[in-house]
C-alpha cells in the first residue's frame, strides 16, 4: 500500500512509497485512509527528538491524525463495524496515518461528525484531544474564568478558543496582525497583536494558560496569572510527574527533574500550578467532541489541503509556520 515513512530517524524527508499491509488484533479496527492531518509532532518524531520518550522500530510510517471508513473489525470489537466513518489519534506506538490503510485500537476510534467532509474531521483528532485535555481534564476550565491560550490562530489555539468559551471562560490569546480578526470571530474576547504589544503588558489575573511556544514565553505567562491558577504547557519542559506517569526509566525522570525545574521553582513562587501535557489518544473524548462539533459549538479550520502524492509540499508548508488551522492531505 502507499505510504509515507521512514526506515532510520532524519531530519530529510520522508519516503514515499510501498509498505506492506498492517496487521489487525482482536481489538483493532481496520480504516481506509480517506484524510490524514499533519502535526509538527510529525517532524519531532521523524527527527527522532522524541525516541527517548516513544521509541519506535522501523520502517515507520508516520501520521498522528486520520479519518476514514472501517473496512474491518476485530473479534473483540462491539461499538463500531463496517462501514462506519471514523477518526482518530492512533495511540503512541501505532501511529501510521499516512498510509492507504491503518489498524487502530478500538478504544482510540471515534465516529466521525457527520456534518464535516473527511479532509477537516483529519485535522482535528491531535489538536483537539489537546484542548480537551488541557482545558476539561486538567484545568477543568469553568464559568467566569479567565483563560490565556497562546498561538491563537494554530491547530490547537482555534479549537481551544472555542471549547474555552463553550466552557464559559473569558478568552484572551496572541495572533499576528493578519490573524487578529481571525481569531475574534473564534470567540476571543482579548487580542493581543504580537507584532505591536507585549501580553505581560496587557493582561493580569488569569486563571489558565495553555502555552504551545518556547521557555521564555512559558515564564512571562507567569505573570500574567493569579495565584492558584494552572499552567499548561504542550510545548514543555516535561515534569518528574509526567516522567513518572509515563514510566519512563530514572534516567529520564532525573533528567526531566532539572529540565523543568526552573519553570516549576518560578510557578511554585507564584503560586502557580505548572503541568506538561502530552496528549494521549482517547476515543471517547473524541466522541464528545465530535458532539460539540455536531452542535455547532466548535468548528474546525483547514488552510490547505493537499493529495497524498504532494505531501512534501504540504509539510514545506507546515515548516514554513504561521499556519492557520490545520493542513491535510488526502487519499482520494
Avoid at 295 to 304: A, D, L, R, W
Wanted: with cysteine.
Amino acid at each position: 500500500m502507499k505510504s509515507y515513512f521512514i526506515k532510520q530517524y532524519q531530519k530529510a524527508p520522508a519516503i514515499l512509497g510501498e509498505m506492506s499491509e498492517p496487521v489487525m488484533n482482536d481489538d483493532d479496527v481496520l480504516v481506509e485512509v480517506c484524510a490524514a492531518g499533519l502535526n509538527h509532532l510529525d517532524l519531532r518524531i521523524k527527527s527522532g527528538e522524541f525516541k527517548m520518550l516513544v521509541p519506535y522500530s522501523f520502517p515507520l510510517i508516520l501520521g498522528h491524525d486520520v479519518a476514514g471508513k472501517v473496512i474491518a473489525v476485530g473479534k473483540n470489537v462491539r461499538q463500531l463495524a463496517v462501514g462506519d466513518e471514523v477518526f482518530a489519534r492512533p495511540r503512541d506506538g501505532r501511529i501510521g496515518a499516512f498510509a492507504e490503510k491503518i489498524s487502530i485500537h478500538q478504544d482510540d476510534v471515534a465516529k466521525k461528525p457527520s456534518n464535516l467532509p473527511m479532509a477537516d474531521a483529519a485535522g482535528l483528532p491531535l489538536v483537539a484531544l489537546t484542548a480537551w485535555q488541557a482545558l476539561v481534564e486538567i484545568a477543568q476550565v469553568k464559568a467566569g474564568q479567565k483563560a490565556f491560550i497562546h498561538a491563537g490562530a494554530g491547530g490547537v489555539g482555534t479549537i481551544a478558543i472555542q471549547l474555552a468559551k463553550y466552557l464559559g471562560a473569558f478568552v484572551a490569546t496572541t495572533a499576528s496582525t493578519a490573524n487578529v480578526d481571525f481569531v475574534k470571530n473564534l470567540g476571543a474576547d482579548v487580542v493581543i497583536d504580537y507584532k505591536k504589544q507585549n501580553f505581560t503588558d496587557e493582561l493580569k489575573d488569569y486563571d489558565v494558560v495553555l502555552n504551545s511556544l518556547d521557555k521564555k514565553t512559558l515564564l512571562n505567562s507567569l505573570k500574567v496569572m493569579k495565584k492558584g491558577g494552572r499552567l499548561i504547557s504542550i510545548s514543555g519542559p516535561p515534569t518528574p510527574a509526567y516522567a513518572k506517569k509515563a514510566d519512563l526509566n530514572v534516567f529520564l525522570q532525573l533528567a526531566m527533574y532539572f529540565l523543568s525545574r526552573g519553570v516549576r521553582c518560578a510557578s511554585c513562587r507564584k503560586k502557580v500550578d505548572y503541568q506538561f501535557l502530552f496528549m494521549q489518544a482517547n476515543g471517547k473524548q473524541l466522541a464528545q467532541i465530535a458532539r460539540l462539533i455536531e452542535q455547532g459549538h466548535i468548528k474546525p479550520y483547514t488552510q490547505s489541503v493537499y493529495p497524498f502524492e504532494q505531501i512534501n509540499q504540504a509539510f514545506d508548508e507546515l515548516e514554513c509556520g504561521r499556519t492557520r488551522g490545520k493542513i491535510v492531505v488526502t487519499m482520494q
